[in-house]
């Protein structure tokens, strides 16, 4: 049975970049496409974007050009990086696995991790 | 961005009775609504999507409806672990987005 499991440091201080990572276990992360999606206190949840199987990414236009991912074959994992992060970007972290088959997305979500919780704060 | 808006806030049940949890787009999103359960320390559970296709080894209490900008998610008979947060989330338009959360909570 497939988990995802998130981890990275709890807590950012302000204008940092803020890195966690998603490890796979159960089945090869080369199969499925990824997201990367957030729940904050402010906003909800929040879809910050997806990282498909081939290394390709994408990205919420609210946060494009803060937002890096990747992914490692090799480790099965993938991670996500968010730079010059503010108070704002406080959230509860999950990575999850695309429904889709194929190519292409679905944008539903089969799979989730615990989720991380990250702080921004000095 | 389409927001949805996600009726009521908190819905207060006994076991065995029946729920009725609402999801309102600001605009169509066809047939592409999900449903996801939510407890806390857990991770989301994908419920429904397509907006009535019950996910893999989703009970059969769980059931969706609506097209357009109007949903429903119906628990037919609440079992004690049914209570938890639910949302709705859209695939038609990019970025995909989510609901705000309905809590259902024992009465």
């Known amino acids: 049975q497939m988990q995802l499991q998130e981890s990275g440091p709890g807590l950012v201080k302000p204008s940092e970049t803020l890195s966690l990572t998603c490890s796979v276990s159960?089945?090869?992360?080369?199969?499925?496409?990824w997201s990367w999606i957030r729940q904050s206190a402010g906003k909800g949840l929040e879809w910050i974007g997806p990282?498909?199987?081939?290394?390709?990414?994408n990205n919420n236009p609210s946060l494009r050009s803060r937002v890096t991912m990747s992914v490692d074959t090799s480790k099965n994992q993938f991670s996500l990086k968010l730079r010059s992060v503010t108070a704002a970007d406080t959230a509860v972290y999950y990575c999850?696995?695309?429904?889709?088959?194929?190519?292409?997305?679905?944008?539903?979500?089969?799979?989730w991790g615990q989720g991380t919780l990250v702080t921004v704060s000095s | 961005e389409i927001v949805l808006t996600q009726s009521p806030a908190t819905l207060s049940l006994s076991p065995g009775e029946r729920a009725t949890l609402s999801c309102r787009a600001s605009?169509?999103?066809?047939?592409?609504l999900a449903w996801y359960q939510h407890k806390p320390g857990q991770a989301p559970r994908l419920l429904i999507y397509?907006?009535?296709n019950r996910a893999t080894g989703i009970p059969a209490r769980f059931s969706g409806s609506g097209s357009g900008t109007d949903f429903t998610l119906t628990i037919s008979s609440l079992e004690p672990e049914d209570f938890a947060v639910y949302y709705c989330?859209?695939?038609?338009?990019?970025?995909?987005?989510f609901g705000g959360g309905t809590k259902v909570e024992i009465k």
């Open positions: 990282v498909y199987n081939t290394g390709s990414t």
């Open positions: 605009q169509s999103v066809s047939s592409y």
């Open positions: 999850a696995r695309d429904n889709g088959s194929g190519s292409g997305l679905s944008n539903y979500f089969d799979i």
């Open positions: 159960g089945d090869s992360i080369s199969r499925y496409h």
């Open positions: 397509d907006a009535s």
């Open positions: 989330q859209q695939r038609n338009n990019w970025p995909p987005t």
